[in-house]
């Protein structure tokens, strides 16, 4: 079973930086309810199709008294179902949050975690409908600002005894890499001065923070390692053997599956496309154009599918 992850962006720079801090300023998609919707039925609601397959990310343990323990893992938690905003109902995503926190966590826990999830709720639907002035200068100014009124909005839902046990990381994180995008952007520094800054940054971190950086940066280069020895007429056992050989025959074989999920879907969209082209240049008027085009997707692609094909009709 794989775990579901929000997309995140870990690379060095300036992209660390944005990602970072956009991803803390991110409240509910604009499909969500309000916070305040009628509470659900004793009915347990259709799983979400795009959690097929999947583990809940995140956790939710109590202490020795019974109490729960506030963790980062908890907000993780509360993410991986809020990631099925806009697909579910949010009243049908309450339920599942709560049905998964009585069966990880006694009468008392499960309460005070119900009590979080409610405020973190809250707190996502406000920070949607934050509209602060928007500052002129670097973007690191605009995503400080912005970090600092997300910041002063949580606040006003969390005490700071729990924001700093609930998003403690991922705060001296964004901070941190404001630092960076700050080094990066100023014109003051040439190039010279801007590694020697930037590396005197990387020796403070501790070594597994410098390795949580680097991770995602492996598996760029050894992508790249892959494409190279492809174009040099290299088999999928060759890319297969070295791609083990770097990590583990395990991660080998994950990658793989990627790559024979990748070229499918490719293939589906160059026939979807043809098939595209030949109804639009069909006679007809345009609703019967509206009307095959739809049939087309229907017939090739699920309703979460169709929802990625506008990249591929431009």
Known sequence: MRARQLPMTWAAGVVTATALVVIGLQGLPATAPRAADPAPSDARPVAATSLSGTTP???????????????????RLFDYWLTTVGERPMDAIRSDVEHDLDGRLGPRAARQA????????????????????????????????GLRAMLALRATYFTEAESQALFGPQDTEASAALVRMAIEQDPALDAAQRRERLAALDARLPASVLAEREAPLAVVHLEEAAQKLRAQGGSEDDVYRMRAAATSPE?????????????????????????RAAVLAAPGSDADRTAAMSQLRGRLFTPEEQRRLAAYEG
């Open 251 to 275: 991660a080998a074989n994950r990658l793989a599956d990627l790559d024979r999920d990748e070229a499918a879907w490719k293939a589906r969209i160059a026939d979807y496309q043809s098939q």
């Open 57 to 75: 990310d995140g956790a939710a343990t109590a202490a020795a008294d019974q109490s729960l323990v506030l963790d980062p893992a908890l907000i």
């Open 114 to 145: 119900k009590d979080l999830f409610a405020r973190y709720l809250r707190f996502k639907t406000a920070l949607k409908a934050q509209h602060p002035p928007r500052p002129v200068g670097r973007s690191v100014d605009i995503l400080r600002a």
